[in-house]
Each structure stands twice: as structure tokens, then as C-alpha cells.
């Protein structure tokens, strides 16, 4: 069974900082790309920033580029994302993702999904 476990989320003022974490279980979390997304109340669900499998290469929304930050620790089966200068605009719920193609599948997986809100 596959389990994706975000955590890390909450309330902060703007400005400040918050770490969000994903757990994978039941796959071989190497070999999956991840991602993290974001969804606000009313709007579609957003990639914000996603890392490759083996963690070679990032990329980012440019609605967070030069404030979070992905990371991975495929020891851990663990995908991190660092949010700093947190805005208002910042948020939403914020899910994790993994996501590979081979030859035989598309497997995609989703967390359940942690609260971010800025406010003052």
C-alpha cells in the first residue's frame, strides 16, 4: 500500500518560515520524480516545485523562486520543501506528490494534503 504523509504545515506570520515534509511508503522512492503542489480556496491545484528522481535537478514556480527550496533524502524516503519569506499569497493547502513513467506504468501517488496559512 501506498502512503504519502505530508507534515510540517501550519500557521506563520508573513515573513517567516516553515518546512514542509513528505514520507513515502510502498514505493521505491528513488525512482520517482516528486512534487510539491498547492491548492487555495477556490483555485486549481498548482505545481509549485518539483525534484527528479536521484534529486539531479529542481525546478520552480515562479511564484516561489528564490524562497522555497525542494530537497530529498532518498535514505529517509523523505521530500522536504523550505519555505522562506512566506507572503499571504503563500496560502493553501499543500500537497506532495510522486510520479514516475516506465515502460509498463504511469504511477502517480498523492499525500492527503497539509495546511499553510500567512497571516498576521
Known amino acids: 500500500q501506498v502512503q504519502l504523509v505530508e507534515s510540517g504545515g501550519g500557521l506563520v506570520q508573513p515573513g517567516g518560515s516553515l518546512r514542509l515534509s513528505c514520507v513515502a511508503s510502498g514505493i521505491t522512492f528513488s525512482t520517482y520524480n516528486m512534487k510539491w503542489y498547492r491548492q487555495a480556496p477556490g483555485e486549481e491545484r498548482v505545481l509549485v516545485a518539483r525534484?527528479?528522481?536521484?534529486?539531479?535537478?529542481?525546478n520552480y514556480a515562479d511564484s516561489v523562486m528564490g524562497r522555497f527550496t525542494i530537497s530529498r533524502d532518498n535514505a529517509k524516503n523523505t521530500v522536504y520543501l523550505q519555505m522562506n519569506s512566506l507572503k499571504p499569497e503563500d496560502t493553501a493547502v499543500y500537497y506532495c506528490n510522486a510520479g514516475r513513467t516506465t515502460l509498463s506504468s504511469i504511477d502517480d501517488y498523492w499525500g492527503q494534503g497539509t495546511q499553510v496559512t500567512v497571516s498576521s
Open positions: 525534484i527528479a528522481s536521484f534529486g539531479s535537478s529542481t
